[in-house]
């Protein structure tokens, strides 16, 4: 039984997470995705290196792919551009969308020399406007789409970006649905199309229903803003400002406060989430606790529920209020503490997690596919690749014979598994 991307070849020019995360999750449907990198690699292999240009990061992202080098500033460099997008049903491309004229890899180029190409533009904050051309990080984007201000914890007052990078890896599966979606439509037309995404398109999605405004809602808002401006202006922290918002805009905060929530317990904490009323009033059956005022959910009334609440939940082991909670059909779980999840019996039942071997620095356990076909399987294939190690094998497969991949490694064009060094220079894309 085949993958259901068996057969489709991509090519990859990008570095960092939200693009390479696309093409893992394409990889994982059986696609052939091919990862062009400078010279010294993806700047992922030089964080956390468990080898020489092998880092963490990169292992992670980027399972399950063929790697090759090239300068993309080399003259010599265009003909194998040209040849890889021709080989190619699809390409991401990760770069300054001001720097793709630069490399040939404007989409008015690329469609002519493949007219049935789908080709990914993944830019910061997307294909319009004043910051089109700028280039971005996810915690820029965090600032920027008010979804940090929801999200941020804080520290002296400041608050801190998010981690992971949710924006950059919810972009890449965002944009691996515009990919799958055009290539449909290639497979019918025989035409292919550009895709454009974007970290800030993706992050305003995430925000959604709280990144929302309604014009019945507007005189409020707008005198939230001012108490906003003001609390700044008097030197208020973060945290105070972001409670005063909460506690207008929120209107459910008293549900958060109190059923659907972390608790500590007697040996960990526990996860509970139960929203509708009838939830609501099957918590106060369980534990016996009075019922709350919902619409003072910032009383004093309200926080002496919450304090007896906690002080009831620590009482008892994690596993002790799951099976009583569950028994009684209140939806709740563990909270892990960062790895052990990937141990989880729900997680490995699924294929949620893998264990990979890789050549260079033995056995690792990373992220699965995310979802599963019923009639075509997905998997994680197998470990990332190391620098340049498929760079003489995919220049054959292009058509290169063993004089012309000669004079490129000679020139730095290309660099092959036996000549790369992985020395960290700032990177090319």
Same mark, same amino acid.
């Given at each position: 039984?085949?993958?259901?991307?068996?057969?489709?070849?991509?090519?990859?020019?990008?570095?960092?997470? %939200?693009?390479?995360?696309?093409?893992?999750?394409?990889?994982? *449907?059986?696609?052939?995705?091919?990862?062009? +990198?400078?010279?010294?690699? =993806?700047? *992922?292999?030089? /964080?956390?290196?468990?080898?020489?240009?092998?880092?963490?990061?990169?292992? &992670?992202?980027?399972?399950?792919?063929?790697? /090759? &080098?090239?300068?993309?500033?080399?003259?010599? %460099?265009?003909?194998? !551009?040209?040849?890889?997008?021709? $080989?190619?049903?699809? %390409?991401?491309?990760?770069?300054?969308?001001?720097?793709? +004229?630069?490399?040939?890899?404007? $989409?008015?180029?690329?469609?002519?020399?493949?007219?049935?190409?789908?080709?990914?533009? *993944?830019?910061?904050?997307?294909?319009?406007?004043?910051?089109?051309?700028?280039?971005?990080?996810?915690?820029?984007?965090?600032?920027?789409?008010?979804?940090?201000?929801? *999200?941020?914890?804080?520290?002296?007052?400041?608050?801190?970006?998010?981690?992971?990078?949710?924006? =950059?890896?919810?972009?890449?599966?965002?944009?691996?649905?515009?990919?799958?979606?055009?290539?449909?439509?290639?497979?019918?037309?025989?035409?292919?199309?550009?895709?454009?995404?974007?970290?800030?398109?993706?992050?305003?999605?995430?925000?959604?229903?709280?990144?929302?405004?309604?014009?019945?809602?507007?005189?409020?808002?707008?005198?939230?803003?001012?108490?906003?401006?003001?609390?700044?202006?008097?030197?208020?922290?973060?945290?105070?400002?972001?409670?005063?918002?909460?506690?207008?805009? !929120?209107?459910?905060?008293?549900?958060?406060?109190?059923?659907?929530?972390?608790?500590?317990?007697?040996?960990?904490?526990?996860?509970?989430?139960?929203?509708?009323?009838?939830?609501? @009033?099957?918590?106060?059956?369980?534990?016996?606790?009075?019922?709350?005022?919902?619409?003072?959910?910032?009383?004093?009334?309200?926080?002496?529920?919450?304090?007896?609440?906690?002080?009831?939940?620590?009482?008892?082991? &994690?596993?002790?209020?799951?099976?009583?909670?569950?028994? @009684?059909?209140?939806?709740?779980?563990?909270?892990?503490?960062? &790895?052990?999840?990937?141990? =989880?019996?729900?997680?490995?039942?699924?294929?949620?997690?893998?264990?990979? =071997?890789?050549?260079?620095?033995?056995?690792?356990?990373?992220?699965?596919?995310?979802?599963?076909?019923?009639?075509?399987?997905?998997?994680?294939?197998?470990?990332?690749?190391?620098?340049?190690?498929?760079? !003489?094998?995919?220049?054959?497969?292009?058509?290169?014979?063993?004089?012309?991949?000669?004079?490129?490694?000679?020139?730095?064009?290309?660099?092959?598994?036996?000549?790369?060094?992985?020395?960290?220079?700032?990177?090319?894309?």
């Amino acid at each position: 039984m085949s993958e259901v991307l068996a057969g489709v070849k991509v090519v990859e020019f990008s570095q960092n997470a %939200a693009v390479p995360q696309c093409g893992r999750l394409l990889a994982g *449907m059986g696609a052939d995705v091919v990862k062009v +990198e400078p010279l010294a690699g =993806d700047s *992922m292999r030089h /964080i956390a290196q468990l080898a020489p240009a092998e880092g963490r990061a990169y292992a &992670t992202i980027n399972p399950g792919k063929r790697a /090759i &080098t090239l300068d993309l500033s080399a003259e010599a %460099a265009r003909p194998v !551009v040209d040849s890889l997008l021709e $080989w190619a049903d699809v %390409a991401l491309i990760g770069l300054k969308l001001g720097d793709l +004229e630069r490399f040939g890899l404007d $989409w008015a180029r690329t469609r002519t020399l493949n007219p049935r190409l789908v080709q990914l533009e *993944m830019s910061a904050f997307g294909p319009k406007g004043p910051d089109a051309t700028e280039g971005g990080y996810d915690v820029l984007v965090q600032g920027l789409s008010g979804l940090g201000f929801a *999200m941020n914890r804080t520290a002296d007052g400041t608050p801190l970006p998010t981690r992971p990078a949710f924006i =950059d890896f919810a972009s890449g599966a965002v944009s691996a649905l515009g990919v799958v979606s055009a290539l449909r439509h290639a497979d019918a037309t025989g035409v292919g199309q550009r895709v454009d995404a974007s970290l800030l398109g993706t992050a305003l999605m995430l925000g959604t229903p709280m990144l929302a405004r309604f014009e019945r809602d507007k005189r409020t808002i707008d005198t939230i803003h001012e108490n906003l401006e003001l609390l700044q202006q008097a030197g208020a922290t973060f945290a105070e400002q972001r409670e005063m918002y909460e506690s207008s805009v !929120v209107s459910a905060s008293g549900v958060y406060r109190l059923y659907f929530r972390f608790y500590p317990t007697a040996d960990g904490l526990i996860s509970i989430a139960g929203m509708s009323p009838g939830l609501i @009033a099957r918590f106060h059956e369980i534990t016996g606790i009075a019922p709350a005022p919902l619409n003072k959910p910032h009383s004093e009334e309200f926080q002496a529920i919450v304090d007896e609440a906690e002080a009831l939940f620590a009482t008892r082991t &994690t596993d002790e209020w799951i099976t009583q909670l569950r028994a @009684a059909g209140y939806p709740c779980g563990k909270y892990h503490l960062g &790895t052990n999840a990937l141990e =989880d019996p729900q997680v490995r039942a699924n294929d949620y997690a893998v264990d990979l =071997d890789h050549p260079a620095f033995g056995g690792y356990t990373t992220a699965g596919m995310p979802f599963d076909l019923g009639a075509t399987p997905v998997s994680v294939s197998g470990p990332s690749p190391q620098l340049a190690e498929h760079t !003489v094998e995919v220049l054959t497969e292009l058509g290169y014979n063993e004089k012309q991949i000669a004079e490129l490694l000679a020139s730095a064009t290309v660099s092959d598994l036996g000549r790369a060094t992985g020395e960290a220079e700032e990177p090319t894309v």
